[in-house]
């Protein structure tokens, strides 16, 4: 059996106890991965556990004092290799009767059929549904935040893995930003950046999203062509070993129109604000209040975006602070957190910048290495 990567059994009593929760079930592949370390996720190596899902549920469970026990597809064989729970606490399954009903028995095994059972809101409506018609009794709850307060805080495995995750798609943005040309092509540019991240040893990539000039930049790949004096902007996010980055940079090919290099100028003093200013104790709530009005005193012009979402095993794990609200927590030391700071540009779309930032003792530590300027080629 190897080491929990994140998972904290002493962490895990603590937000049981918080929340009240006698029994929390993880249904959703990266929640399945924290709690277990078994390779259920889209970016595994091979993701055929999360492929065969439909048919083979997998679920984990955690108890009040911590402990775990999983169901996991009855063919799958190196449990050891990659998972610290006692083998006997992981059960086979073959269908999705069998998972429903060992579901079941263990609930009843345990005796918590008249106890507090907290769900995550994505579970399967026939999982939830059979729970809940077989113990009426039983006080079902959602569990999601209870997830995120766990996840929250990072191991140093975890960091580490944040870190190397960034340092690939920076090698990646760096790759496409060499290769930028006149009329190269997207698609071009995104096979190379696909062909870094697997090249680098990451599992895969959580996003490539791009844009050059006004193009859209959830939908890229058409073969828009780089055009003079048009920003391309690539934001990427590789995997590493199940954990996440989340990356922006910029490069123009002649001249940065004048009202974009002002938005970008604004953005990386925004960026640089949050991240003198975050740190440990400071609420998040009333952060993003002061940031807002940091910005405002810079300008006042267009439509701004300021958010800090934490990040690990998902690219925006929990928004603590964004456009459309904040978390009345207090930042915590080993929190990933990822800053991008965006202002519409008439012509460019979002200009801006997002960077990877670990919470330290005393502030934030910058995980990302790229100058944060537009490139001029």
Not at 133 to 142: C, G, L, T
Not at 161 to 180: F, G, L, N, P
Not at 238 to 256: F, K, L
Request: contains cysteine; aromatic residues 8%.
């Amino acid at each position: 059996m190897i080491e929990p990567i994140g998972y904290s059994k002493k962490r895990a009593k603590e937000v049981l106890n918080k929340y009240d929760i006698d029994l929390l079930i993880a249904s959703t592949p990266v929640n399945v991965f924290y709690t277990t370390g078994l390779p259920v996720t889209h970016v595994a190596p091979n993701p055929i556990l999360y492929v065969l899902s439909n048919q083979y549920p997998f679920l984990s469970m955690v108890r009040r004092d911590g402990e775990e026990s999983a169901f996991i597809w009855s063919l799958y064989d190196s449990v050891e290799q990659f998972s610290w729970l006692d083998p006997s606490e992981v059960i086979r399954i073959g269908s999705l009767d069998a998972a429903v009903n060992l579901l079941l028995k263990k609930v009843e095994e345990w005796d918590l059929r008249d106890q507090t059972i907290a769900l995550e809101s994505y579970m399967p409506r026939y999982q939830s549904e059979a729970l809940q018609k077989k113990f009426p009794n039983a006080k079902v709850v959602n569990g999601d935040r209870a997830f995120i307060d766990m996840r929250l805080i990072k191991s140093e495995e975890e960091i580490r893995r944040i870190k190397k995750s960034t340092e690939v798609a920076e090698k990646a943005i760096q790759a496409c930003i060499d290769a930028t040309e006149l009329n190269v092509p997207d698609t071009k540019l995104l096979q190379i950046a696909r062909k870094i991240i697997v090249d680098e040893g990451a599992w895969g990539w959580d996003h490539l999203t791009m844009n050059i000039g006004p193009s859209d930049p959830e939908a890229p790949g058409l073969g828009i062509p780089v055009t003079p004096n048009d920003i391309v902007r690539f934001d990427f996010g590789a995997v590493w070993e199940g954990y996440i980055s989340d990356v922006s940079r910029g490069v123009v090919i002649g001249e940065i129109p004048k009202k974009a290099q002002e938005a970008m100028d604004y953005m990386i003093q925004v960026q640089d604000y949050c991240a003198d200013n975050i740190k440990p104790g400071v609420n998040a709530r009333e952060f993003r209040e002061e940031a807002q009005s940091f910005l405002k005193s810079l300008t006042k012009r267009g439509f701004y975006l300021i958010t800090g979402h934490s990040i690990g095993l998902e690219c925006e794990e929990t928004h603590l602070f964004g456009p459309t609200g904040a978390m009345d927590v207090p930042f915590e030391e080993n929190i990933v957190l990822d800053l991008e700071v965006w202002l519409n540009v008439r012509g460019q779309g979002l200009v801006g910048i997002e960077d990877c930032y670990r919470i330290t003792g005393t502030g934030t530590e910058r995980l990302t290495k790229l100058d944060k300027e537009i490139v001029v080629k």
